[in-house]
């Protein structure tokens, strides 16, 4: 039974840059969440996506953006990239949208930014 | 707005050393989960309990245990005789119950080194 996979494992861009990250479910899960961890903090909500809609969205500028396919699974956007984007990106997947189903993480993809 | 506070940032113990990580929360709904998850160095969070907010019976899982008193907003985690696999960065998180939106606040973090 495959868990969350993500990919690329490691991505250097530099400043200004375009970035895509994707991610998919762990199998029978439909609902996927974004988070963003910098060093040596916790991670921080990104938004989530079920249905293949934004459902909802923490504090992140609209650099940010996602989307979900049919399959469940999803790309995270960031649009003209600062150094202070520079974290561990985690994708996380659930069965459902709701707080009852605990979420299942993937390895993350970690993203420099020179 | 949710908060969770893990004021050990590290703790240090040598093997078969029992340890408790503080985790306190603060959240204005009546009803919520509250989270432990494990992070080792490769990156992935590893989830290890939920609870709700309706059941404050104490839990044993193995070396550990989960001590939740909802008076003092805290859900502490104790691992007991530790071993070096143990070392980790440790998250305490909080989520609405029934929202509809299960989004997880974090804690910053309680990074455990266990030393043989």
């Known amino acids: 039974d495959a868990g969350v996979t993500q990919s690329p494992t490691h991505l250097i861009k530099t400043r200004g840059q375009q970035v895509t990250l994707r991610c998919s479910p762990k199998?029978?899960?439909?609902?996927v969440s974004w988070y963003q961890q910098a060093l040596g903090q916790g991670p921080q909500f990104i938004f989530q996506y079920y249905e293949e809609e934004e459902r909802q969205r923490g504090n992140f500028p609209d650099r940010f953006s996602g989307h979900q396919f049919p399959n469940y699974s999803s790309e995270l956007n960031v649009n003209a990239l600062l150094l202070g984007d520079s974290a561990l990106y985690l994708c996380?997947?659930?069965?459902?949208?709701?707080?009852?189903?605990?979420?299942?993480f993937g390895d993350g993809t970690r993203l420099s930014i020179l | 707005a949710q908060k969770v506070t893990q004021a050990q940032t590290e703790i240090s113990v040598v093997e078969k050393e029992d340890v408790t990580l503080d985790c306190v929360y603060e959240t204005r709904d009546t009803t919520y989960y509250l989270f432990w998850y494990k992070q080792p160095p490769s990156g992935e969070l590893v989830f290890l309990i939920r609870?709700?907010?309706?059941?404050?019976q104490n839990e044993i899982s193995g070396r550990y245990s989960w001590n939740f008193q909802k008076s003092t907003s805290s859900f502490n985690f104790t691992i007991t005789a530790s071993q070096v696999v143990d070392s980790a960065v440790y998250f305490c998180a909080l989520s609405r119950m029934n929202s509809g939106y299960s989004t997880l606040t974090f804690g910053k973090g309680t990074m455990l080194l266990v030393s043989p």
């Open positions: 996380a997947s659930s069965l459902g949208a709701g707080g009852n189903q605990p979420q299942h």
């Open positions: 199998s029978g899960h439909d609902t």
């Open positions: 609870r709700n907010s309706f059941d404050e």
